[in-house]
């Protein structure tokens, strides 16, 4: 596509996201970029759009040859994934921001990205408004970058923070989250991390070129916070969030997970709130940098697929360069958790399976410990989110390997027993 290019467009989808695009390229005509029709599933619904851009036959934006760019904001992922391959197939260019899609077909997509030569990109799809896939992959070289830890979905960050700080249930939070655009139409998808496990998978390629499915990436959402937990927390001094964490450790590979965390108050972190998200990406001589921005909702998700349009008449691709010219990193579940757990009965706690418990609290009905745990009794087993039991993790919360043994005998020696 040669430079400044007039883009022409075929969007499928036309709810939050969608109609949010339409308005936004209504108020900024310097982009020279025209919507020529827009596919949606439902054609009794009404729009608020003239009846003539709208159509249910998706290969009328697909064979098009006029259409130029393929814009994809539709809820369901296998749909999806067929009208992106299919644009990129056809020559077109796609931006898309349906993150579950990209997570669950990324192997693929690349391979097409590949085979095609044409852009796919997708800054929408994590983060929203925040420009974080396009920061990782120019910015940020591989062995600079150390770690990550976001927020990374509006809605469970809306809720704790309108149960937590607003006093409101958690149902009225979540139907909030519904009423404002925030949610997924399936709000499971956000409650119980699957969102953000999602996102998470596709932002460890541009940071660290690993290739995961979301299923091999360790995650839980924040249905099981208690308001006993919140009461803890408040007395540490911490917040709860939905924390997105990746670690490079010192035995060369990636630790990567998605958990509820304990946040201290002074913790860039802490200061996210509502549909906010965050990036704290520490870098070496940089150090810590921190990007901020609202994490969904119409007019932010729309600014990211506008942003991308506008990367496409400079031919802007990904190049996925921690991928293709360094060499990728590699997960790995070798190392160990410092978690806070909550629970009913100690029946239900495999006591013998912490490396050692610094802190219990056994005498009302709802019960904690603070221990540390291998990484892999989190992977291999579930106990830590059945029974009513509360997994969240401590600040700082990644243990290596290399210094489990020095932390151990320190333990062992304040709790007085060596
Ligand atoms: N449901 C998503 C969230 C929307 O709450 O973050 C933005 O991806």
């Known amino acids: 596509m040669e430079a400044h290019k007039k883009l022409t467009i075929g ?7 969608g109609e949010g695009l339409y308005k936004v390229l209504q108020q900024t005509p310097s982009l020279k970029a025209s919507i020529k029709k827009v596919c949606i599933k439902n054609p009794e619904k009404k729009r608020n759009a003239p009846a003539e851009l709208f159509t249910t036959d998706k290969n009328i934006l697909l064979n098009d040859p006029e259409i130029n760019v393929i814009v994809e904001v539709i809820n369901e992922s296998e749909p999806a994934f ?6 990129l197939k056809n020559g077109k260019d796609v931006v898309s921001a349906s993150k579950k899609m990209i997570a669950e077909h990324l192997p693929e997509l690349l391979g097409l990205q590949k085979q095609t030569g044409n852009s796919f990109l997708y800054e929408a799809a994590a983060c929203a408004s925040i420009p974080v896939i396009r920061n990782l992959e120019e910015y940020y070289d591989n062995d600079l970058l150390h770690s990550m830890k976001a927020i990374v979905n509006g809605s469970t960050n809306f809720i704790l923070t ?5 006093k409101i249930d958690f149902q009225q939070a979540l139907l909030l989250a519904q009423q404002l655009g925030f949610a997924e139409s399936d709000p499971s998808l956000d409650v119980e ?29 924040i249905q099981d916070v208690q308001g006993s937990d919140a009461v803890v927390a408040t007395e540490k001094h911490f917040d709860i969030k939905l924390v997105a964490q990746a670690k490079k450790l010192q035995n060369g590979f990636v630790a990567a997970f998605v958990l509820p965390q304990f946040v201290k108050h002074d913790d860039h972190l802490a200061f996210v709130k509502s549909e906010y ?17 609202k994490g969904a909702g119409s007019f932010p998700t729309a600014s990211a697929v506008l942003s991308d349009l506008s990367a496409l008449r400079y031919q802007y691709k990904y190049e996925y ?8 990193q590699k997960l790995t579940n070798d190392f160990y958790v410092k978690a806070y757990v909550s629970f009913d009965d100690w029946l239900y706690i495999p006591k013998d399976r912490f490396e050692w418990i610094e802190e219990w609290h ?16 989190i992977r291999k087993n579930t106990w830590w989110k059945e029974n009513n039991t509360s997994l969240i993790l401590t600040p ?16 062992l020696e304040l709790a007085g027993i060596i």
């Open 11 to 17: 969007l499928f989808g036309f709810g939050v996201v």
């Open 82 to 87: 067929e009208i992106v391959s299919a644009a």
């Open 162 to 166: 309108k149960m937590f700080e607003d």
């Open 193 to 221: 991390g699957y969102d953000a496990v999602n996102k998470w998978t596709f932002l460890l390629t541009h940071a660290y070129g690993i290739v995961e499915s979301p299923e091999n990436i360790v995650f839980n959402g």
């Open 277 to 293: 998200n965050g990036v704290v990406i520490e870098s070496g001589f940089a150090d810590k940098q921190f990007f901020y921005g």
């Open 321 to 328: 360069k921690k991928l293709y010219h360094h060499i990728p």
């Open 362 to 377: 056994a005498e009302s009905d709802r019960k904690y410990l603070v221990g540390v745990l291998p990484f892999e009794e």
């Open 396 to 411: 700082d919360s990644i243990i290596e390997d290399v210094e489990i043994r020095k932390l151990k005998r320190k333990s």
